[in-house]
């Protein structure tokens, strides 16, 4: 019989199960319509579909190089070319990963060490906290200011010490929809410069911008591009987050690093999928639209929750819209979005659940990313309470 040790160490001793696991498997427990994880209830595109399908069947479904297929590199150094005129090497400072999660934990690991401290702005997108963590590192918390959540650069300063080893920034910005826009990475910009601080960005939500804001990009501002990874999803772009695929782009003397460990994290990622990407991303038209596509849905939903009790700022980007539930309950967020579950039959994810400690804004992120159907559905069942 194989011997155990009697008590285990957790590396995360107070890490449960990812909230948007939680929310779905109670969604799917009590049959409730699920606006919880972020994920379409829509198709992908066929011709994508059949991009993949051609290049199974003409045998590329072997290991895939462990950059990315350099096709799929070109193709998106051609796109931020032409999207950000900022010029990455598709040798040399692309990356091909198996999701956004992926690329922002190798990118964390390939650079963060014990007793270094990396500033996380929260609400968070719940993995940054756990990979910092992990690295032996120390997440320094600012809280965005509601109800907008804007973030007051004179307070980040004073975060800063000779122990920062990264600052991570989120934009469009999840869960709570916000956009950082110029004078933001102008004073990031400025905080950053003559210090060894990295930037990690999170861009995954990029074409996903409402109400004639437009993407502010690291990519855009040499001077914080030379220190900064950016990562971006083909899955949130493409309908397709099933797929798992995204990337990576950093100067070269991070990218070699980067590079190392990925390596020995995936190695490489879907072989056929890259192919059906490098050609559907030939077509600039499959990247335009998508802004508008999911900004008549997001006003969709808003429309039809209009005459509930709930109250909410227009998300900005993202495929989320949060809504402050303070006219309907005194409940904390968690025990809120059990009991709209369990009642009413409508899952989504409370806000808390991206603070690292407690706190109770009233707050639930509702996923927009849905059928006109599936969103009436969900409107009637909220102005009922």
Not at 61 to 89: C, F, H
Not at 144 to 150: A, E, S, V
Not at 251 to 280: G, I, S, W
Request: charge should be negative; charged fraction near 20%; glycine fraction near 4%.
């Amino acid at each position: 019989m194989n011997q155990y040790p009697d008590s285990i160490s957790s590396k995360l001793p107070n890490l449960g199960t990812s909230i948007f696991a939680v929310m779905t498997k109670m969604a799917e427990e009590h049959k409730a319509i699920n606006l919880s994880q972020g994920f379409p209830d829509f198709e992908v595109s066929p011709a994508l579909i059949d991009a993949v399908c051609l290049h199974m069947r003409e045998g590329r479904n072997q290991y895939a190089p462990m950059p990315g297929i350099l096709r799929l590199r070109e193709a998106i150094s051609a796109n931020t070319k032409s999207v950000y005129d900022a010029v990455y090497d598709p040798e040399k400072e692309i990356t091909i990963t198996p999701g956004a999660t992926q690329a922002i934990y190798a990118a964390i690991t390939a650079f963060v060490r014990e007793e270094d401290e990396v500033i996380v702005f929260e609400p968070a997108y719940d993995s940054y906290v756990p990979a910092i963590r992990l690295n032996g590192a120390t997440p320094i918390s600012y809280k965005l200011n509601p109800p907008d959540f804007h973030i007051d650069w004179e307070q980040v300063r004073h975060l800063v010490s000779n122990r920062t080893k990264m600052i991570i920034i989120n934009s469009p910005h999840n869960p709570t929809g916000s956009v950082l826009n110029n004078e933001d990475m102008v004073e990031l910009e400025r905080i950053v410069n003559n210090t060894g601080i990295i930037v990690l960005s999170d861009e995954v939500y990029e074409h996903i911008i409402f109400d004639e804001h437009r993407h502010v990009s690291v990519c855009n501002y040499p001077a914080l591009a030379q220190r900064s990874f950016v990562v971006f999803s083909f899955g949130k772009t493409f309908h397709a987050t099933g797929w798992k695929t995204g990337y990576c782009m950093a100067p070269e003397n991070l990218m070699r690093e980067f590079r190392k460990t990925h390596q020995f994290m995936v190695f490489c990622t879907n072989t056929p999928v890259q192919h059906a990407l490098a050609d559907f991303l030939s077509d600039p038209a499959n990247l335009k639209g998508l802004g508008a596509f999911y900004q008549k849905k997001r006003d969709f939903f808003l429309d039809a929750v209009s005459g509930s009790r709930f109250t909410g700022i227009p998300a900005s980007g993202t495929y989320f819209q949060l809504l402050n539930y303070e006219n309907i309950s005194e409940l904390d967020e968690m025990e809120f979005a059990s009991w709209l579950v369990k009642e009413h039959k409508i899952a989504a994810v409370p806000v808390s659940a991206f603070y690292s400690k407690t706190i109770n804004n009233r707050m639930l992120r509702f996923c927009f990313a849905k059928s006109e159907e599936t969103l009436k559905k969900a409107a009637d069942i909220l102005c009922s309470i």
